[in-house]
């Protein structure tokens, strides 16, 4: 018979886990999973784990989701997978259609990838290439402190979590960081990117930037108006706006696009994750003709956009993105969102009074709360993490903060469960 100890075994002896210490399984051991079901993973011991951080912030309607089960059924009936270059499928074209219409007008082209760093790294060679296929050369590149864009050379370069990006640090390709809104005022984010942009005039190719929640950056938040203003810095200095999507698009901070709540269309929209409703790894970039046409000419001019990968525009992917966004559309998700956004909203309120906590924010369906008082050698995270296995519930705290972020399926009574179990975690550590 199957069982979790006997499945870790056969595991260790082959895998390689990600952003894993493969040591510290000796002491928390990871967890084997038979099967997943709505907001619940099930072990092979029989025990079950509330999902409070949708699988790495990628599950929207639950696992095994009924409707998306059927969607790509269908489609592993007639299509899997082709080569995108020199073909195209239904999937994709719907799926193009219906990215272009969901966002603001001045996107018009969708170029397909497959995972969020992927995406990074096109918007970042497609800006630079654009300004090259017009005879400039700008390499720098701007982003925030306490930023994230994925683990790919170029999104390391742009993002400034030193726990990922410091060991690569001569490698990588050269960025600045401005000082984020997350961390410091609006208008002290606002001067130190101003200041970036005049030192390096007319060599930035483009500032890139998490709209509203640097999530991997403890779930650092801000508000629109600073991405209202930072529109402008991008249009006074003539450099490309990124909005790297790919953790808060498709309705994480409550509306569709993070970007809609500050009115902003960016030159680049990397959108990936809850892109499938977190079944398949897919990605998109969206962008405007203006920069398409740019690539646009005959093909030994060489200003062809050569950026490739064998599963790009994957069609089972494709069809669990158009199944996705029905659900969006036939189910009217973001407006129910808002009465979870709410509950959550009420139940953070009694961490406020516990002694250990600094502070907690909620930006839609991502909440955090923030500890103080501890040593960074002392791992609270880790001992929030398996009081919360411990107890059915799956929470991944980054360092000191303890956030949710869960499946828009998770009912009340549940979403009530993760965050007294959390609440009860966080209190035992005093
Ligand atoms: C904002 C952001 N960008 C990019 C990525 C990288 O995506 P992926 O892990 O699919 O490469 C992540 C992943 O967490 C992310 O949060």
New binding site residues.
């Given amino acids: 018979m199957l069982t979790n100890a006997n499945m870790r075994k056969r595991d260790l002896a082959n895998i390689w886990h990600p952003c894993s210490q493969m040591k510290d399984y000796e002491s928390v051991p990871f967890i084997p999973i038979k099967s997943a079901k709505a907001s619940y993973l099930y072990d092979f011991d029989g025990n079950r784990y509330l999902d409070g951080i949708s699988s ?2 990628v599950n929207l309607f639950g696992h095994s989701n009924p409707y998306i089960n059927e969607k790509i059924k269908e489609q592993l009936e007639t299509l899997e997978h082709i080569i995108f270059a020199g073909f195209t499928h239904k999937s994709a074209v719907t799926l193009a259609e219906r990215l272009i219409a969901l966002t603001p007008k001045k996107l018009q082209k969708v170029f397909f990838a497959d ?6 790294e096109i918007a970042l060679k497609m800006s630079f290439q654009y300004y090259k296929n017009r005879g400039e050369v700008r390499d720098v590149f701007i982003s925030l402190e306490n ?6 050379m170029g ?1 390391l370069a742009v993002g400034d979590v030193s726990l990922y990006k410091e060991i690569y640090g001569e490698i990588l390709i050269k960025t600045h960081q401005a000082l984020s809104p997350a961390l410091v005022s609006e208008d002290e984010a606002l001067v130190s990117m101003e200041t970036l942009l005049v030192k390096h005039q007319g060599k930035v190719s483009a500032v890139i930037i ?1 709209p509203l929640v ?3 950056g403890s779930m650092g938040m801000y508000d629109a108006s600073y991405i209202v203003k930072l529109r402008i810095l991008c249009d006074r200095y003539n450099v490309f706006l990124i909005a ?5 698009g498709f309705g994480r901070t409550g509306t569709m696009f993070a970007c809609e709540s500050a009115n902003v269309t960016p030159d680049f929209l ?1 959108l ?2 809850g892109i499938t409703g977190g079944y398949l ?1 897919l ?1 998109a970039v969206l962008t405007s003709d203006k920069v398409y046409e740019a690539f646009y000419c005959d093909y030994n001019e060489g200003k062809s956009f050569l950026d490739s990968h064998s599963y790009t525009g994957n069609a089972l992917a494709c069809a669990a993105a158009n199944a996705t966004l029905d659900i969006f559309e036939n189910e009217n998700i973001l407006e129910k969102n808002l009465v979870k956004i709410d509950f959550i909203k009420k139940e953070l309120e009694k961490f406020k009074t516990l002694k250990n906590v600094k502070e907690v924010r909620q930006r839609g369906m991502i909440a955090a709360v923030e500890l103080k008082g501890y040593q960074a050698k002392r791992r609270v995270g880790l001992e929030i993490y398996k009081y919360a296995l411990e107890n059915e519930v799956l929470l991944r705290p980054l360092g000191n903060v303890v956030y949710f972020m869960p499946p828009y399926i998770m009912s009340e009574k549940e979403i009530k469960k993760m965050m007294d179990v959390a609440y009860d975690g966080i209190a035992k550590l005093i």
């Fill in positions: 790495w912030w995972n969020g760093s992927s995406a990074v930023s994230y864009h994925g683990e790919t999104a998490e640097q999530c991997a790297d999507e790919v953790a808060v990397c990936s994750k790894p990605s």
